[in-house]
Structures are given as structure tokens and as C-alpha cells.
């Protein structure tokens, strides 16, 4: 509805700049606007974004993953299936097939 209040977003950091901003926001975005300021859901957003960024766990090109270990896999949807098949996360070795964009490492298993 044209009446329902919108999200509004830091100037410096609006979504689109950062992939750990953009998370940070699609985090907070599940919030009903107005619920918290925006001066503190831009400090949270920038919050979230470092302590992602801290943690190493950014997605990063396929061509730089390596060969010799799993690593968590990002494939697309396709251009021929979209709308039918999203995308998604796969384990394994970064493989010349054309399919995963992006990689990132496994994260520690849990300690039993």
C-alpha cells in the first residue's frame, strides 16, 4: 500500500554498496518500519556488516577457490529454469562446469 511506511537507509551505506551491509539490512528489513529509529537500525546494520566481515565469511569469487579441500558452493538459478529452480548451496570442490559463482569456507564443525 502507497500509505504503508518505507524503510529508510543511511546515505553512506544504502543497500547495493556492501555484501555484508546488504545482509544487515535484509536482517533489520524484517522489522516493521518504525519499530526501531533509523539512527539505530543503520547502527545495527553497520554492526551486523563488521562482525560478518570479522568472521571471514564473505562469498568470494569461484575462480579463487581452491582446488584440494570442500568448500561451501553458490550456484545460481539458471537463465534457461528461472522462476522453476532458485539457487543454491552445495558442498564439494570448486568444479569447471560453469555452474557456482562463488565460494566461501566450511565453518568449523560443532564441538561434541
Not at 32 to 56: C, N, Y
Not at 80 to 89: D, V, Y
Request: glycine fraction near 8%; proline fraction near 12%.
Amino acid at each position: 500500500m502507497a500509505d504503508d511506511p518505507q524503510h529508510t537507509y543511511a546515505s553512506n551505506y544504502p543497500p547495493g554498496t556492501h555484501w555484508a551491509t546488504d545482509i544487515g539490512w535484509k536482517i533489520l528489513d524484517r522489522i516493521k518500519p518504525g519499530v526501531i529509529p533509523d539512527d539505530v537500525r543503520a547502527f545495527l546494520a553497520g554492526q551486523i556488516a563488521g562482525q560478518l566481515m570479522r568472521e571471514g565469511r564473505a562469498w568470494q569469487p569461484i575462480e579463487t577457490a581452491p582446488a584440494d579441500r570442500d568448500v561451501l558452493l553458490w550456484v545460481p538459478p539458471s537463465a534457461l529454469l528461472a522462476g522453476l529452480i532458485a539457487g543454491h548451496m552445495e558442498v564439494g570442490r570448486a568444479r569447471d562446469d560453469g555452474r557456482a559463482t562463488h565460494w566461501m569456507p566450511l565453518p568449523e564443525p560443532p564441538s561434541l
